[in-house]
């Protein structure tokens, strides 16, 4: 089989990655041409897979329009004009297309009570059998936050490796990209109900770039997780104390010698913040920066993928899996970040126990 028809039957697994999301795929957008030279449905096919899902009304009324305003009238009649119209309609729905883009990264949530809660931020598991990844600690950390009160996670994105773009990496791996994602699915359900949100990253958008389909998003739809491409805006409430938290895979002003060096362009672009957090370098980091006199942390986890041919082949040493946690208190204005999970999650327990000790007294 040839790179290009393997590429392409890898990106027809995808689409199959069951039932439900082959159905969901009608609202991602594409045209009923493109999904077909994608996917290698027939026409009829996705036709069909669209009929079954909810009718988005002025996205098509808007598309149905255009598409008048390119076809000829019957024979006999002049071409109908209906830009006008079509221009209109998207002035309508401009306030509430922008308003949408950038209210959809903001995640507010709001705690009970007020004493301190964790946050761990995870990711680059780059999930795939035959890979050399840390699996007990994978396990472990995802068991540890799901069992600790008060700890919540963030997922950083790269939960898989998904080389569909790069043929020969996909032709090197021990396994596909719907195994991969089976996998990952399994791994969502060991943090039980402490996923505040997952976001993408790098690996996980090459199914839209080369596809136009989100995987992860389906994923996160069908399974009910809480899910913002790119990054997102965390504003927690705790007591009475508030809180904002940027959350992305990777950022502009990247060093390969100083971890650090993205945060700083970082709240130029998107700040402010208390807390900034990047993945996507595989090499764990917590720091500090000062911005208009307060104190910003700065966090970067490791990557569970120990080692890899892409990192043999640049001369990168093995890497190290880490999970920073962030503190947020709520009877108090107060961040504290810890690099270490295990240590984190025992000095949580003691921290909120002493608050309802405090509390009783």
């Given at each position: 089989?040839?790179?290009?028809?393997w590429?392409?039957?890898?990106?027809?697994?995808?689409?199959?990655?069951?039932g439900?999301?082959?159905?969901?795929?009608?609202g991602?957008?594409l045209?009923v041409?493109?999904?077909?030279?994608?996917?290698g449905?027939?026409?009829?096919?996705v036709?069909?897979?669209?009929?079954?899902?909810?009718?988005?009304k002025?996205?098509?009324e808007?598309i149905?329009?255009?598409?008048?305003?390119?076809?000829?009238?019957?024979?006999?009649g002049?071409e109908?004009?209906?830009?006008?119209?079509a221009?209109?309609?998207?002035?309508?729905?401009q306030?509430e297309?922008?308003?949408?883009e950038?209210?959809?990264?903001?995640v507010?949530?709001?705690?009970l009570?007020d004493?301190?809660?964790?946050?761990?931020?995870v990711?680059?598991q780059?999930i795939a059998?035959?890979?050399?990844?840390d699996?007990?600690?994978?396990?472990?950390?995802?068991?540890?936050?799901?069992?600790?009160?008060g700890?919540?996670?963030v997922?950083?994105?790269?939960?898989v490796?998904?080389?569909?773009?790069?043929?020969?990496?996909?032709?090197a791996a021990?396994?596909?990209?719907?195994?991969?994602?089976?996998?990952?699915?399994?791994?969502?359900?060991?943090?039980?109900d402490?996923?505040?949100?997952?976001l993408?990253?790098?690996?996980?958008?090459?199914?839209?770039?080369?596809?136009?389909?989100?995987v992860?998003?389906?994923?996160c739809?069908?399974?009910?997780?809480?899910?913002?491409?790119?990054?997102?805006f965390?504003?927690f409430?705790?007591g009475?104390?508030?809180?904002?938290?940027?959350?992305?895979?990777?950022?502009?002003?990247?060093?390969s010698?100083?971890?650090?060096?993205a945060?700083h362009?970082?709240?130029?672009?998107?700040?402010?913040?208390e807390?900034?957090?990047?993945a996507?370098?595989?090499?764990p980091?917590?720091?500090?920066m000062?911005?208009?006199?307060s104190?910003?942390?700065?966090l970067?986890?490791?990557?569970?993928q120990?080692?890899?041919?892409y990192?043999?082949?640049?001369?990168?040493a093995?890497?190290?899996?880490?999970?920073?946690?962030a503190?947020?208190?709520?009877?108090q204005?107060?961040?504290?970040c810890?690099?270490?999970?295990?240590?984190?999650?025992?000095q949580?327990e003691?921290l909120?126990?002493?608050?309802?000790?405090?509390?009783?007294v």
């Open positions: 089989m040839s790179d290009s028809r590429a392409a039957a890898q990106r027809k697994e995808i689409w199959a990655v069951n439900k999301i082959l159905r969901d795929m009608a991602a957008g045209s041409r493109r999904m077909a030279q994608v996917s449905l027939s026409r009829d096919m036709g069909r897979i669209m009929r079954e899902n909810a009718d988005k002025p996205a098509k808007l149905s329009l255009m598409r008048a305003a390119r076809e000829p009238a019957l024979a006999g002049a109908r004009d209906n830009k006008p119209e221009w209109q309609l998207l002035e309508e729905m306030d297309t922008i308003r949408r950038i209210d959809h990264c903001t507010k949530l709001s705690f009570g004493r301190p809660i964790g946050v761990a931020f990711g680059d780059h059998p035959g890979s050399p990844v699996w007990k600690r994978l396990k472990r950390d995802a068991e540890t936050i799901c069992e600790t009160d700890l919540y996670a997922l950083l994105g790269d939960g490796d998904n080389h569909l773009k790069h043929t020969s990496a996909l032709l021990r396994s596909d990209p719907t195994e991969q994602y089976e996998l990952f699915a399994h791994y969502l359900t060991l943090f039980g402490k996923l505040l949100v997952v993408s990253g790098n690996h996980d958008y090459w199914s839209h770039d080369l596809a136009g389909v989100d992860l998003k389906l994923l739809d069908r399974d009910q997780y809480l899910y913002t491409p790119h990054h997102a965390l504003e409430k705790i009475k104390q508030e809180y904002r938290v940027l959350a992305r895979h990777q950022a502009r002003g990247e060093s010698r100083n971890l650090g060096n945060f362009r970082l709240w130029e672009d998107l700040g402010p913040f807390v900034g957090v990047l996507h370098r595989h090499i980091h917590i720091s500090d000062v911005k208009q006199g104190k910003v942390w700065c970067r986890p490791g990557t569970y120990i080692y890899s041919d990192g043999r082949k640049m001369g990168y093995p890497s190290l899996p880490g999970c920073p946690v503190f947020f208190w709520g009877d204005h107060r961040v504290y810890h690099s270490e999970l295990d240590l984190a999650a025992r949580l003691d909120r126990l002493a608050g309802d000790l405090q509390a009783a």
